[in-house]
């Protein structure tokens, strides 16, 4: 972009230029090698569409995971986190091996022993996460949390979300457990139905201070 000084005022363009005014200045510029024509057709941006479309998909399903748990990363002070998540979300995504390149799913790649495994092993800010600490297994109505006996805390929440990858749209129902020193076991019900997508993610408190934190 350069600026020129001329009598005559142009605005339009001229062959390859480009002239408008900006800021009260007469500018000129080369035109955009850009089309907008190209780029949805053309064979030679392919890869470039499968990209943008893919990108697009884990930047929408990271936000709606991450507006679900907003209350408790905003706790993590870590200013680059929403840029970890949805690299998290890409690196998951690219396990999928069921779609064709351009149309892989964060929900496919989830499924995954791998991809689960990743997402569980996201450290939110510098708040420790479960590890081996937490699992959780299904029955016919409810839902066992079973905490390592050695973890000291005296609150437990428990959010499960149930999350739309199609239509890009989450819920959250959370659940909020006084823990009793004698027990390491915890039933808590099924908010939504078995053939919805769901994940737990699960906050340990002590006096009030998160002291893990993660999907389980």
Known sequence: MATYNSFIKLNGSLGDLVFYNLNGKNVVRKKSGFNK????KSPSYEKVRQN???FGHCSKTGKIIRQCLEEYITKTNDPLLYQKFAKLMTEIKDLDIISEKGKRTVKNGIATELGLQMLRN??????????NSATISSSLWDYSLV?????????IIIETLHIDFEEYQSEHSRK???????????????????DEAQLHFIVLKKDDQILQMGFV
Request: aromatic share 16%; no cysteine.
């Open 37 to 40: 024509n190209a780029f949805k």
């Open 52 to 54: 943008s479309s893919e």
């Open 122 to 131: 996201f450290k939110f800010g510098s708040i420790q996460t479960h590890e």
């Open 147 to 155: 905490l390592n006996k050695n973890i000291n805390v005296d609150e």
């Open 176 to 194: 909020i457990i006084p823990v009793e020193k004698q027990l390491n076991e915890y039933l808590f019900e099924k908010f939504f139905s078995d």
